[in-house]
């Protein structure tokens, strides 16, 4: 099974950028979906982006069309979530998760591989 481990987290702020990496262990990506949620203090886990690892599709969240970019890079099995213009209702905690589902999926649930987390603080 692929383990997660992300990084990149960090204070920054407001219109400031941050890149996330989430990097398996293991074995590779090959097959997956990958994807980033979040979760703000008091809220529920969200959604944020996706990518199929062959093929590329991705899938975003509307709260990040347009400012947060997800990519991959094969050769360091690796998957990046650039995010540009952060506001600070971008505060989270931002996890990496892994699934063998098919397309992109935007629900928790289908994902069964999950990261410990990395704080993202955006101060205004």
């Known amino acids: 099974q692929v383990q997660l481990v992300e990084s990149g987290g960090g204070l920054v702020q407001a219109g400031g950028s941050l890149r996330l990496s989430c990097a398996a262990s293991g074995r590779t990506f090959s097959g997956y979906a990958v994807g980033w949620f979040r979760q703000a203090p008091g809220k529920e886990r969200e959604f944020v982006a996706a990518?199929?690892?062959?093929?590329?599709?991705?899938g975003y969240a509307d709260s990040v069309k347009g400012r947060f970019t997800i990519s991959r890079d094969n050769a360091r099995n690796t998957v990046y979530l650039q995010m540009n213009s952060l506001k600070p209702e971008d505060t989270a905690v931002y996890y990496c998760?892994?699934?063998?589902?098919?397309?992109?999926?935007?629900?928790?649930?289908?994902?069964?591989?999950w990261g410990q987390g990395t704080q993202v603080t955006v101060s205004s």
């Open positions: 998760a892994a699934t063998l589902r098919v397309g992109v999926p935007n629900v928790q649930f289908e994902y069964g591989y």
């Open positions: 990518i199929r690892w062959s093929g590329g599709n991705t």
